[in-house]
């Protein structure tokens, strides 16, 4: 895949938010910035680096959601502030088994998705929300 200049745009994005942001987020951040680029410009890139795996694509409700990971890993959403989190979650390996036992599916991979909210003492220190 070709690195250009308008796809490069949208990866330095990307990595410097470090969170799942919409097409729309990002057209508009980046015009913030002065990086002009078009409404369809940051969608085909956007659909190209997630074709070839550079960026994850998130399907929600209300829209996709890009991230700068490409790697498996799980996601926690806020149910208050609709934050989502990456995060590296291994599962023990007696849950696997019995998973698979249960399926007779062999795992390869897997992703969790969680949803909740922060306790009270997590809100108040301001770590989620």
């Known amino acids: 895949m070709r690195l ?3 796809r490069r745009m949208v990866l330095d994005l990307l990595w410097a938010e470090k969170s799942h942001l919409s097409a729309r987020d990002i057209f508009e ?3 913030d910035q002065g990086r ?3 409404h369809t410009s940051v969608y085909q890139n956007l659909e190209a680096l997630q ?3 550079v960026i994850e694509c998130l399907e929600r409700a209300n829209g996709r959601l ?3 990971r490409a790697d498996p890993h799980s996601h926690l959403t806020c149910t ?5 989190l990456d995060l590296d979650v291994l599962l ?6 019995q998973i698979e036992a249960q399926t007779g599916f062999a795992i390869e991979s897997y992703t969790l998705h969680l949803s909740g909210h922060p306790r009270p003492a997590l809100e108040k220190s301001g770590r989620l929300g």
Not at 80 to 84: A, T
Not at 92 to 97: D, G, H, S
């Open 4 to 6: 250009s200049r308008q």
């Open 29 to 31: 951040k980046l015009n």
């Open 36 to 38: 002009h680029i078009g």
């Open 51 to 53: 074709s070839a795996g």
């Open 66 to 68: 890009y991230g700068y």
């Open 80 to 84: 208050q502030s609709g934050e989502i």
């Open 92 to 97: 023990p390996a007696n849950l696997l088994q």
